[in-house]
């Protein structure tokens, strides 16, 4: 039997697995197929698995440390409608990103950030880039994750680009989640090497704005943006605060936002 949709991800930790993505009251319902990957060297070797090892229509790729709330595949299920409602043809969307006029929309806490993201924009809106966090894809549009794209960032701007060149939609869509991470210290070579690697492929369709840093040319932005990094992480530890770490319990979050 085919269910309608599956849920994929990559799994480094297993006590952030169990914690956070694992916890999500859907997966306890049957109501998805699940696939989880370990030891993937990049994230497309965990995320092309998923795809071929399904045949579900939809296929969501969530991080190990999100939390989706519960009827959270009820809001999935209105915003993929309310996206086809204006583009049958969609292949690609996600719940916080940069629209196609440079704007940050969506929705969704983040603990590593003590806050949560939310912006005066009416979703669903059409994308540029959108956060790995959460990425919706639609089977019959083909797609899939770039296995030379190294480390494990920046693919979710790299989607969108390749659903873009193939003339069909990349979304921004209202789904909430909680993304139960530990605070930035740094970008690391991991963000550096992706970038370089995006800057090269996507050449001719640069600036590409994503949730973290403009791809341009150069690298002044990113080193700005590795700064900016930085110095939050030293601001924090300055004020006795330390490092922001996740959650312990992440359902308790989503209630309080009224996400379930």
């Not at 370990?38 to 991080?63: C, K, L, S, W």
């Not at 209202?174 to 070579?189: C, E, I, K």
């Not at 800057?199 to 080193?223: E, S």
């Amino acid at each position: 039997m085919t269910r309608a949709w599956a849920l994929i991800a990559a799994v480094n930790d297993e006590r952030v697995l169990q914690r956070d993505l694992a916890a999500s009251p859907l997966l306890g319902d049957g109501a998805a197929e699940r696939f989880f990957y370990r030891g993937a060297r990049n994230m497309a070797e965990a995320y092309n698995a998923g795809i071929d090892a399904t045949t579900a229509p939809v296929m969501v790729f969530a991080h190990q440390d999100v939390y989706l709330p519960a009827g959270w595949e009820r809001r999935l299920a209105a915003a993929i409608a309310e996206v086809e409602g204006r583009d049958p043809e969609w292949a690609v969307l996600g719940i916080v990103g940069a629209t196609t006029d440079g704007r940050m929309a969506g929705q969704a806490w983040s603990s590593g950030s003590a806050r949560e993201f939310t912006h005066d924009i009416a979703l669903p809106q059409p994308a540029q880039s959108l956060d790995e966090l959460v990425l919706v894809l639609r089977r019959e549009a083909g797609l899939r994750f770039d296995p030379q794209l190294p480390h494990f960032h920046l693919y979710g701007t790299d989607i969108v680009q390749q659903a873009l060149a193939d003339g069909r939609g990349a979304w921004i869509a209202g789904a909430p989640v909680v993304h139960n991470s530990d605070q930035l210290t740094g970008l690391g070579a991991g963000y550096r090497r992706a970038y370089g690697y995006m800057r090269a492929k996507w050449a001719d369709r640069l600036p590409i704005v994503t949730p973290i840093c403009p791809v341009v040319p150069g690298w002044r932005r990113l080193l700005r943006a590795e700064l900016a990094v930085r110095y939050r992480y030293a601001r924090q530890r300055w004020r006795g605060r330390g490092r922001r770490r996740a959650l312990d319990d992440p359902r308790a979050k989503a209630l309080m936002l009224g996400y379930e």
